[in-house]
C-alpha cells in the first residue's frame, strides 16, 4: 500500500475497524514497534510521555482479558437503548467482542500514576488528554501501514482483574485503553457512523444553542 498518504484521506479514513480484522495472519512485534514509535511522538502535558504499551500475544492471557471485555461491553449495552443510527456500529461491537480473544495483538494503553481522587476538570485533562494524542498517533499509523484497530474501554469495568492478570501495578499505574491490533482484510470500508459537519458543531465568539 502506498505509505505516504498521510493527509486528510488518512485522517478521515482511519475509523474503528472490527469486522475488516484479519484473524488470522499474525502481526510482526517491529510493525507494532514501528507504529508505536509513531504513536509516542504525540503531545503530553509538560512532555511527561506517562504512556506505557503493554502488548498482550499470549492465547490463554488474551482469551482471560476477552472475557472480562465481553462482560464490560454486555453492561455497557444493557445501559443503553441505541439510537437507529448506532445499530450497525454496535452490531460490529458485538462482532469484535465475540472474537477479541482471536485478534493477534491486544496493545493495552497505560499512563504512569493514576487520577487524583475527586480530579478537577484540569486534572482529569492533563491526565487522559496526556495519552489519548498517542493512541491516535498509533491508530493512524497501523492504519497507513495496512493494519487496524479500534479504541476499546469496555473492559476498563474490570481494570484491576485485568491489572492483577498482567502484573500492572494497579495504585500507580491506570489503563487508559486497549487497542486490538490486525491486518486488515482487503475490502472498501463499510460507510460506519457519520460524522456532523465541523460548521453544525462550531461556534463563534459565544456560545450559541442555535
Ligand atoms: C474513548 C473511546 C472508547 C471507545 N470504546 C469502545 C469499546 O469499548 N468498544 C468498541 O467496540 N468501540 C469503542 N470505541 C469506538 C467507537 O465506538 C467508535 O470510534 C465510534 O463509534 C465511531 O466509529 P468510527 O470510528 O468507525 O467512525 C471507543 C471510542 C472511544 C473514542
Not at 472490527?18 to 503530553?44: I, K, M, N
Not at 482529569?124 to 495496512?146: K, Q, T
Not at 474501554?153 to 486497549?178: K, N, R, S
Request: glycine letters at 6%; proline letters at 8%.
Amino acid at each position: 500500500m502506498d505509505r505516504s498518504r498521510m493527509g486528510n484521506d488518512l485522517l478521515t479514513t482511519t475509523r474503528a475497524f472490527r469486522r475488516r480484522l484479519d484473524l488470522t495472519r499474525p502481526v510482526a512485534r517491529q510493525d507494532l514497534l514501528d507504529c508505536l514509535d509513531v504513536a509516542v511522538h504525540a503531545p503530553s502535558g509538560t512532555n511527561r510521555q506517562p504512556w506505557r504499551f503493554l502488548v498482550v500475544e499470549d492465547p490463554d492471557t488474551k482469551q482471560q482479558i476477552a472475557e472480562y471485555y465481553r462482560k464490560g461491553f454486555a453492561a455497557y449495552l444493557s445501559a443503553r437503548t441505541p439510537r437507529p443510527d448506532q445499530l450497525g456500529d454496535l452490531a460490529s461491537g458485538r462482532y469484535l467482542a465475540a472474537h477479541l480473544h482471536e485478534v493477534p495483538a491486544l496493545v493495552v494503553v497505560c499512563s504512569l500514576g493514576r487520577p487524583p481522587a475527586n480530579a478537577a476538570g484540569l486534572q482529569l485533562a492533563s491526565f487522559y488528554g496526556s495519552v489519548y494524542p498517542a493512541v491516535w498517533n498509533f491508530m493512524l499509523a497501523l492504519h497507513d501501514r495496512g493494519l487496524g484497530s479500534t479504541m476499546t474501554t469496555a473492559h476498563l469495568v474490570y481494570e484491576q482483574e485485568i491489572a492483577d492478570l498482567l502484573g500492572i501495578p494497579f495504585d500507580q499505574i491506570t489503563q487508559v485503553a486497549m487497542l486490538p491490533v490486525a491486518h486488515l482484510l482487503p475490502g472498501a470500508r463499510s460507510p460506519g457512523p457519520h460524522r456532523i459537519p465541523a460548521a453544525e458543531v462550531t461556534m463563534w465568539n459565544r456560545w450559541s444553542e442555535e
